[in-house]
């Protein structure tokens, strides 16, 4: 099975300069490629390919050999795939009649991510199994400290510089230290992009409590649920661990002891049962129902 691991890199602040001019000379180079896909289209109704615009990219070095020709030739070739893959999602709603969402272009701030997907291409890895101190060469940036965690030697590596913050160092942490202690770890499938969808609506149907839903959106996304959930994932993958997404359906609603549900059971943080009387914290309630669920989840997968 082909995997990828991410490996958290601690650069110097030169090398995080350095880093920030490659982020920003990848941006142009998607922004350039998104632009020549649009006019070829919109003047000549010419369909522009990842084929294309990577033939083009010897000539791009050359003439700009102290800006793009600084950096790996597959780190650039993945950003225009990746602008190939918004187009082919693009058209796959239009083909489907869903709302198409024209890529966009990627200004200062919203452009984060930059990949080295081939070894020997730009990045080398300098490091041996089972050794504590990892170093990564990487093209224009040279050797970067990396934190390691497992050895790197016989799997699929893609190298990629993120600008996460301290959120994202935490929930590495946090799901580090699930991982060493839960063989089974139990979250509801929460579906985020549906929790922080826009309450605005249109000029003829305008959203209700638009104020309040805004703020919740800025909760969900600040919390991080969605990076912290996929770090989780991958996190106990490797360690052998299980990790279970249940219905999240009402569980804050049903009484943990009798199985009676009704919105009237909570009272914001308190949870108490109008049937049996069962009085419990709100958040203990719904977690405990949640390990059932889990717990039932993990028995039928293992009868399959």
Not at 32 to 41: D, N, V
Not at 47 to 69: M, N
Not at 248 to 263: D, K
Request: hydrophobic content about 35%; glycine content about 8%.
């Amino acid at each position: 099975m082909r995997r990828s691991y991410k490996f958290q890199i601690r650069p110097t602040t030169r090398q995080a300069l350095s880093l920030a001019a490659c982020i920003e000379d990848h941006r142009q180079l998607y922004n350039g490629a998104l632009e020549e896909r649009r006019e070829a289209y919109r003047m000549r109704r010419v369909s522009i390919s990842y084929g294309d615009q990577s033939a083009q990219l010897k000539q791009i070095r050359d003439t700009d050999s102290a800006g793009q020709g600084r950096w790996s030739f597959s780190s650039q070739q993945a950003t225009l795939r990746r602008l190939d893959r918004s187009f082919a999602a693009f058209f796959r709603r239009v083909k489907a009649h869903q709302a198409p969402g024209y890529p966009r272009f990627k200004g200062r701030g919203w452009f984060d991510t930059v990949e080295w997907p081939k070894d020997r291409d730009g990045c080398r890895w300098d490091s041996q199994p089972n050794q504590p101190a990892a170093r990564v060469y990487l093209q224009g940036i040279g050797h970067v400290k990396v934190n390691q965690h497992r050895p790197v030697q016989g799997i699929v590596k893609t190298i990629s510089v993120k600008r996460e913050g301290r959120r994202t160092d935490q929930a590495h942490k946090v799901a580090l230290d699930l991982v060493r202690t839960t063989d089974v770890i139990a979250r509801e499938d929460l579906r985020i992009g549906n929790m922080t969808r826009s309450a605005t609506g249109t000029i003829d149907e305008p959203g209700r409590n638009v104020a309040a839903k805004s703020g919740l959106n800025r909760s969900i996304l600040d919390a991080g649920w969605g990076v912290f959930f996929q770090i989780l994932t991958h996190k106990a993958e490797s360690a052998g661990r299980t990790v279970i997404a249940v219905d999240p359906r009402n569980t804050s609603r049903t009484c943990s002891q009798c199985g009676h549900c009704e919105a009237g059971n909570r009272d914001k943080e308190v949870f108490r049962c109008l049937s049996c009387g069962y009085l419990t914290h709100a958040n203990t309630n719904a977690a405990t129902n949640i390990a059932v669920r889990a717990g039932l989840a993990l028995r039928v997968a293992q009868a399959a």
